[in-house]
């Protein structure tokens, strides 16, 4: 039924069909399981995939966010590498889990949820890429414009829109393409890209007057300790625990035979060495600029032809993350039970995340507008990573009945609405709650701020109470279904 839908609703798709053995040949899949013959993708495959993703602007970004909250240079950076060093652990412990079964994120996280519980998880992700698809595309916009001023092109809405619809139709075309074009894309461009960030960061490190590395806090000691945990929550920890929902997505297509090890570290590199080199390098930039705008950012280092260069970089950046949120977030909208074809969502997606990056581009503070976002984020990411993790890895220990992820909620050995796993979420959204401290009221909870002194430790609770709270409902109420799903193999 899948291949035929997508025949029909593009040309393209019959020329992929034929060009079986491409690496351009279109992808046929849905979220089914991706069957052994068509699992071909490599390590190092996987690793330009991640490596893409996050070679982008919105983690100048993320940098620059530690100086905007007037914390001093050398612990933005301590705050970057650290928070990083664990986050992109536990993103790449979800890659484990789609090279193991061959199956997407939110189809997993059935085991967990129940058939129908799983819902409510996928519709959640739905919506967030929309977010991050609308944030991915706001930066190359702003930076296009201020390179575009040096050579004397006005900054106007036209002009702002038509970059920002040339940047989405690409998105959307690599998007119905799907997995083999994006694992092309990434694997061409990535090389390419590291290269102009060797000589962007050359220029900017070496220049003079270009990063005050002396920049200390200008924060009284309670409010530093705060502002510390807060952007280990939005940038450090943070930054990889909002990738989870994507993982299996694109491990799924990882080789059985290929070592879980393997999977695990070459996702783990692509994922960590991008994100820690491009926030250092906004977080020094904005040392001076004290500005998160990516246009004055360039603009205060790079002029002249490294700016075409620049351009370049920022153009292929949320190119390269986007294509992977417009195909992940079709997939979401169809674990989430919706009846439509993947082009047609992914048409869906691509007006959506049109319209959300029109928000962000006309947000009065883009950086307020950012921080509450990935806090936001994070809320319900934690407790649902929380919960998926001691599913799989504890509880079941690596062992999916796979068939049954996909049996009628009244069928299925994992049930319609597994409420364990409900429950424990729910119980985890709150705890994370209580110690998060973000910049709106509603995101500041009361032991945070009244005993905490505003620390955040919102991922940290989120995860580790789901997961214990499912574990312990588990032990006193294991259905007989439940039995049969976690001592099934696949």
Known sequence: MARFMLRRCAACFVLGDVMTDSELRADIHSIEPIPDADRDSTGPQQMWIWAGANIAPVNWALGALGIILKLGLMETIAVIVLGNIVGCAIFATFTVMGHKTGVNQMVLSRSAFGVRGAYLPSILMFLMTLGWIGVNTYFPVKVSMGILGQFGVPDTWLIELVVITLVMAVQVLIGIYGFYAIRTFEKYTVPPTIAIMVLMSVLAWTRPGVVNWSLTTSLPSGAHLAMLTLLMTAIGVGWGISWVTWASDYSRFVPKSTPSKSVFWYSYVGMFVPTVWLGILGATIASTTLDTDPAKMVSAVFGGPVSILVLLMVLHGP???????????????????????????????????????????????????????????????????????????IKRKGRIDVAELYRSPETSAYGDINWAGMIAFFTGLVAGWLVEDGLVGALQGPISINLLGGADLSWLFGIGVSGLVYLGLGKFATSPSQVVASSAGR
């Open 319 to 393: 190119i390269a993350t986007n294509i992977l949120n417009v195909y992940s977030a079709t997939l979401a909208a169809l674990s989430a039970g919706l009846k439509f074809s993947r082009f047609w969502l992914t048409v869906i997606v691509g007006v959506a995340g049109y319209l959300v990056t029109l928000y962000f581009i006309f947000a009065p503070s883009f950086a307020k507008a950012f921080d509450n976002w990935m806090i936001s984020l994070l809320l319900w990411m934690s407790p649902w990573a929380g919960v998926v993790l001691a599913d799989f890895f």
